[in-house]
């Protein structure tokens, strides 16, 4: 039998949109989880937030929405995306591992399931015009593939560096006919390549939607970014049932930088106490280096594009270079609902610095044939930390494929160590 929500669709999206309204880890009205979020927003951007917030659930919650939205993830992404049991991965660890192959997707990641959303929310909104933000490429490629498939212009910001080493993704945005514009300020990474995007979003009010690609930014983005990813999760409990019998796995792990596929990956399971949701930053070169993204390690309360949350930041309140190999983690903060879930320790924060992203990518590719996202491998990373038992159920978000990092691999593979 295939997914309920390929065989009932009306009845399973009216359970989605209830699941999403209730639980205490849910967004407030205002925008806040705890006391993380809300809108912090310079007076020329109000227009823009506000039309956001007064339209988005109303345009989520329509049936003709829903269905346009799922009938694009099946039949033009691919979803739902395969739960693999790792039986090699398993036999390692001595548990029972899962991947959730959203590598598999179109475009190669999670980031294509928020971008489908939110290019059609922007449709209904009556914009002609999308700008985006991407720190590895991936949100970018998604953000430029939806808006060819709906003949929309688009223009993706870039940090500068994350160009030079994500060059296979500045190409695909280009033949996908979006402006790849670069940030050239501060880090030239993902944290710049934002505030280049909210400049954009500033001049350009009435005919252009900003597609924010993690659950960042003022409210209600990282709702509403979560309700786009939350696919991941509410699939991972039918899947579970039809494999093991049980919808519920004992442990869920995925890597944060901003945080959607993490978000989304817990999301069905937040209110599940029984399920252990655990998290994975990088580290960078080590969380003393002064190299890092480890933001729940080193970070404290402050307000980044848009929201408040946890930031690295110096004793005067600057924020902090983030430093990863992997340039999707290359973000100075999480997004607030995952400040929620740190602080109040319903989920565990991990990191796991380069070198044993590195170790864990080349694992899974000799022990199951699977190449991940440097970002993916973060998570992948952390199995060999966490004491499991042999009947547990474990069940790793692989947010992306690793294609785009096939640069920084071949490196590795050329120096004299050999990384297995």
């Not at 359970?15 to 979020?37: I, S």
């Not at 009556?126 to 490429?137: H, L, N, V």
């Not at 402006?179 to 990474?189: Q, W």
Request: charged share 20%.
């Amino acid at each position: 039998m295939g997914l309920e929500y390929q065989l009932n669709p009306a009845a399973q999206r009216k359970q989605t949109v209830d699941f999403l309204k209730a639980g205490k880890y849910r967004v407030t009205p205002r925008g806040y989880y705890g006391p993380f979020g809300g809108a912090y927003i310079p007076e020329m951007l109000y227009p823009n937030v506000k039309e956001l917030q007064d339209h988005y659930e109303a345009i989520l919650e329509d049936a003709d929405f829903g269905a346009e939205f799922h009938s694009l993830l099946r039949d033009y992404v691919g979803r739902p995306s395969p739960l693999y049991h790792a039986r090699r991965l398993s036999e390692k660890y001595g548990t029972q591992i899962y991947l959730k192959r959203e590598d598999l997707n179109h475009t190669g990641a999670h980031k294509i399931n928020n971008t489908i959303g939110q290019i059609l929310l922007a449709r209904r909104l009556g914009k002609t015009r999308i700008i985006a933000e991407t720190g590895a490429g991936q949100h970018g490629v998604a953000t430029a593939t939806v808006c060819a498939l709906m003949g929309m212009p688009c223009v993706v910001y870039m940090g500068e560096i994350d160009m030079q080493r994500q060059a296979p993704n500045v190409a695909r945005m280009r033949m996908l006919g979006a402006e790849v514009r670069p940030a050239l300020s501060g880090s030239r990474t993902l944290k710049d390549a934002t505030n280049e995007a909210i400049r954009d979003w500033i001049n350009n009010p009435v005919d252009t939607h900003y597609i924010i690609g993690s659950v960042v930014g003022p409210h209600p983005y990282p709702d509403m970014v979560t309700r786009f990813q939350a696919i991941i999760s509410e699939e991972m409990r039918l899947q579970l049932k039809e494999k093991t019998g049980n919808e519920l796995p004992t442990h869920v792990l995925a890597c944060v930088g901003g945080g959607s596929n993490a978000a989304g990956a817990f999301y069905h399971f937040l209110d599940e106490e029984a399920v252990k949701l655990i998290a994975v930053e990088a580290a960078g070169e080590g969380i003393a280096s002064g190299h890092t993204a480890a933001t729940t390690a080193t970070g404290k309360p402050g307000i980044l594009h848009g929201s408040r949350t946890l930031l690295m930041q110096t004793p005067d309140g600057q924020i902090m270079e983030a430093d990863s190999i992997s340039a999707g983690l290359d973000y100075p903060g999480i997004g607030p609902i995952h400040a929620q879930l740190f602080t109040s320790g319903r989920a565990q924060y991990l990191n796991a610095t380069d070198d044993e992203a590195l170790q864990a990518a080349f694992e899974l590719t000799r022990l199951e044939g699977i190449i991940p996202a440097l970002e993916s491998a973060h998570a992948l990373a952390k199995l060999k930390d966490i004491s499991f038992k042999p009947t547990d159920v474990v069940v790793v978000c692989l947010s992306g494929r690793g294609d785009k990092d096939m640069e920084t691999y071949i490196r590795q593979l050329n120096t004299d160590i050999d990384p297995a």
